[in-house]
């Protein structure tokens, strides 16, 4: 499977998804695109939270030195992004690709990460919420169908919210994955307890 990680916004949990999906499916992992935290990126975050020694992290197609939306922190250092550029890395295991903010965040002057999606990925859209949770998760849906895609399946993310988790499944028909509380810390461990929890699921996209 090739599973593209995406969220309603910014900070809502696509990383800490993106390492319980590779370390439940013992998957690779590729993030075409880092803006920022060079030393720190979501590449180094799910190597040092996975447990299984069988994923490979790939190699970002653009590093960007700021934390920025990509078109901007491409501007800045110079550089404007291709999609031409973008190859997916090929491999025999499970692909775990993680998007960059959510899908209408620009790239350049006419692409946003809505368009690396292809249409073999299985597109996984992680919820968080928050005032205007649901809007966002609807729109984001709606717009990833409109664009001829299904959306695999949904992740919760945070503390649990019964009304605007049932309302959100409901309207869209979509399966609920899981849901990830909010933990004091996400190490190693914890990372496996998810993906033990989750991993049937996940088979079953």
């Known amino acids: 499977m090739k599973i593209f990680i995406t969220g309603i916004s910014?900070?809502?949990?696509?990383?800490?998804?993106?390492?319980?999906?590779?370390?439940?499916?013992?998957?690779?992992?590729?993030?075409?695109?880092?803006?920022?935290?060079?030393?720190?990126?979501?590449?180094?975050?799910?190597?040092?939270?996975?447990f299984n020694q069988k994923s490979k992290i790939f190699e970002n197609a653009y590093k960007l030195n700021t934390p920025a939306s990509p078109h901007?922190?491409?501007e800045i250092d110079g550089v404007t992004i291709d999609l031409k550029q973008i190859t997916e890395p090929k491999t025999d295991n499970h692909l775990v690709i993680e998007g960059a903010g959510g899908i209408f965040v620009p790239l350049n002057e006419n692409d946003t990460i809505i368009d690396l999606i292809q249409p073999d990925y299985k597109v996984i859209v992680v919820s968080r919420h928050y005032l205007g949770s649901i809007n966002h998760t609807l729109l984001t849906i709606e717009v990833i169908r409109n664009r001829g895609f299904e959306v695999a399946g949904i992740i919760f993310s945070g503390s649990e919210n019964k009304s605007t988790e049932s309302l959100i499944l409901n309207k869209t028909g979509i399966r609920c994955i899981g849901r990830i509380d909010e933990e004091p810390y996400f190490d190693q461990n914890v990372i496996k307890e998810y993906a033990d929890l989750f991993r049937d699921n996940l088979l079953n996209l």
């Open 10 to 50: 910014t900070d809502v949990g696509k990383t800490i998804t993106s390492a319980i999906v590779v370390e439940a499916l013992e998957a690779d992992y590729w993030k075409p695109i880092q803006a920022g935290d060079l030393d720190n990126s979501d590449s180094h975050k799910i190597k040092s939270k996975i």
């Open 72 to 74: 901007l922190a491409a």
